[in-house]
């Protein structure tokens, strides 16, 4: 079935950057779409950024000109670099992808076990 997997995560003081890595599996043929989501206790989780496959990128309002999504293709990995941190960007992050197992194969959404980032004083 294959698996992302984060890292990268931690504790960060206001202001201070963090850069959260997000690996696919040897068995995917290659990643399509993928993003980043974060959800904190009783908040909705919530879109943060996004990266098509050819690099096209989106972010939310709230860490558009802090925040920078990027992929590498040949290591099927994508990265968060998260500059400028606030307290409130305090939440679990996960990764998400769209991967297929082979050429023209059918894509299948995959998620990361989620990385705690917490921005305190």
């Known amino acids: 079935q294959g698996q992302l997997v984060e890292s990268g995560g931690g504790l960060v003081q206001p202001g201070g950057s963090l850069r959260l890595s997000c690996a696919g599996s040897?068995?995917?043929?290659?990643?399509?779409?993928m993003g980043w989501y974060r959800q904190t206790p009783g908040k909705q989780r919530e879109l943060v950024a996004s990266?098509?496959?050819?690099?096209?990128?989106n972010y939310a309002d709230s860490v558009k000109g802090r925040f920078t999504i990027s992929r590498d293709n040949a290591k099927n990995t994508g990265y968060l670099q998260m500059n400028s941190l606030k307290p409130e960007d305090t939440a679990v992050y996960y990764c998400?992808?769209?991967?297929?197992?082979?050429?023209?194969?059918?894509?299948?959404?995959?998620w990361g076990q989620g990385s705690q980032v917490t921005v305190s004083s």
């Open positions: 998400n992808a769209d991967v297929s197992y082979y050429s023209g194969g059918r894509r299948y959404t995959r």
């Open positions: 990266i098509t496959s050819g690099g096209s990128t």
């Open positions: 040897r068995s995917f043929f290659s990643i399509n779409a």
